[in-house]
């Protein structure tokens, strides 16, 4: 079910000054591409160029802040977790931002609304937007409440999944995982690296991210959340 803008920002608790701004974050290039005329004549790529780059400076702050004992390669990680194709794609969903999407009728068709990352782009555009209408501030206190319900599941499922994966892998099956890297997509200047993972010549987990080492990340948490599923249907191989 379609949102209108009004409602997106009251589901949301967001109120901007300049109302244009959060309509081009909501507005996918196929759109315009179909209705070239429309009076908001430009999509959302610009702001989520600017709304990663403030992204990625708030959450390395944040993160900085939070744990003042930890090395940079914690940091990275755990930043790289928060704010990868992923968690973007999870923030938005969770602001129902595929319903209020504007999107051409082909991509509609296609299921772009629940394309991740559409999504993550979308939700990178808005904060670009979000930090254009009322600064910094207001864009970190957006990104940091995002930030502290991901981080529990990031520190629940530990540093690294691929780690953790490989341990049971090991452990139950007496292999190695392995990784296959499928290629990119998107824009040049923030494309999205595929990425599966194998378990001897079985796919059990698909990932995406914006290196490949993200993608093959998210992949082994994709492998780790059926983990139960994968070593029940490996076992009666």
């Given at each position: ?29 196929s ?7 429309d ?85 990178e ?6 930090y ?13 409440a ?28 007496g ?21 599966d ?14 290196s ?23 076992q009666?191989?």
């Open positions: 079910m379609a949102l209108t803008l009004e409602d997106f920002l009251s589901l949301n608790g967001l109120d901007f000054h300049d109302q244009g701004l959060i309509q081009r974050a909501l507005t996918h290039r759109y315009l591409n179909e209705i070239p005329d009076v908001v004549a430009e999509d959302y790529e610009r702001l989520e160029f600017l709304g990663d780059a403030i992204l990625q400076f708030v959450c390395g702050d944040y993160l900085f802040r939070q744990f003042p004992d930890e090395q940079e390669g914690y940091l990275t990680r755990t930043r790289a977790a928060l704010v990868n194709t992923e968690a973007c794609a999870a923030y938005a969903r969770a602001m129902q931002v595929g319903d209020a999407l504007r999107l051409g009728k082909g991509d509609e068709r296609t299921g772009g609304r629940n394309r991740q990352n559409v999504l993550a782009d979308a939700f555009a808005i904060v670009g937007a979000l254009l209408d009322q600064g910094l501030e207001a864009a970190r206190a957006f990104l940091v995002r930030f502290e319900e991901r981080l529990k599941l990031v520190l629940s499922s530990g540093e690294d999944a691929r780690v953790r994966l490989q341990e049971l892998s090991q452990m139950i099956f292999i190695t995982p392995s990784y296959q890297h499928l290629g990119e997509a998107g824009p040049s200047h923030s494309p999205t690296m595929s990425a993972v194998l378990i001897g010549e079985s796919v059990v987990g698909h990932g995406q991210g914006r490949k080492q993200l993608a093959a990340r998210a992949a082994a948490a994709d492998a780790l959340a059926r983990w139960d599923d994968i070593v029940s249907g490996m009666t191989r």
